[in-house]
């Protein structure tokens, strides 16, 4: 069945440091979706990818779909402490129509 | 404020007593979800509801059941639950049609088995 891996699994970084988590999909997806859960909170919708090649904004944050739709990526700039948290990818693919989460990867910023 | 809401917050029951987790919501949705999450881990469609059509994951266990009376409530029924289903159980919710859109979560059920 499909798959989707993000690395790295956890992340330590000190306030102000860049962090970037990838995602993998097994298979091509129709689009793609990033959430963040706080410790002790539930999923939050960030964004949805749905082009090819698409790259989008959020103040520090910057999400990017791969050319070939099976692979993403959020980039966090000058990370804050307001930035922990798990960041899930959710994959959709065109074969299944299902929302697959991804493993998940796990920040922590040190002040 | 529209939102999604989850009954009880913590539910403790016994090994093999059955126990009921409900939510509500207030946005109108047509597909409601529910997820099992264990500690560390991703968030596991256990089924979900497209209107009031069921959909049940394969790998679900048969002791989950679930029911949608209409479309602002669904229920998590474990029939006899085991240690191994504490976990946190969370309710999503999300709009569907020809466009797929984002999934509002519930804060979440956490369930213990004693």
């Known amino acids: 069945g499909q798959q989707v891996m993000q690395i790295p699994q956890y992340q330590h970084v000190q306030e102000g440091e860049d962090f970037t988590t990838y995602c993998n999909s097994s298979t091509t997806l129709s689009n793609i979706q990033w959430y963040k859960q706080r410790p002790g909170g539930h999923p939050v919708f960030l964004i949805q990818?749905?082009?090819?090649?698409e790259v989008k904004k959020q103040k520090r944050l910057t999400f990017q779909f791969g050319e070939a739709k099976k692979n993403s990526s959020l980039h966090i700039t000058a990370t804050q402490t307001t930035d922990v948290g798990t960041y899930f990818c959710?994959?959709?693919?065109?074969?299944?129509?299902?929302?697959?989460f991804g493993t998940g990867t796990r920040l922590q910023v040190f002040p | 404020d529209a939102m999604v809401i989850q009954n009880p917050r913590y539910q403790v029951t016994q090994f093999g007593k059955p126990v009921t987790l409900s939510c509500s919501q207030t946005l109108n949705h047509n597909v409601m979800y529910w997820y099992q999450q264990k500690s560390s881990q991703a968030p596991k469609l256990l089924f979900h509801?497209?209107?009031?059509?069921?959909?049940n994951e394969a790998d679900t266990p048969d002791n989950f059941q679930s029911r949608r009376p209409n479309t602002s409530f669904c229920f998590l029924d474990i029939r006899s639950p085991g240690l191994g289903d504490a976990a946190m159980y969370l309710c999503?919710?999300?709009?569907?049609?020809?466009?797929?859109?984002?999934?509002?979560f519930g804060p979440g059920t956490r369930l213990t088995v004693t």
């Open positions: 959710a994959a959709r693919s065109y074969n299944t129509d299902k929302l697959i």
């Open positions: 990818l749905v082009k090819s090649g």
């Open positions: 999503a919710t999300s709009e569907q049609g020809e466009v797929y859109y984002e999934q509002y």
């Open positions: 509801y497209y209107d009031k059509d069921f959909n």
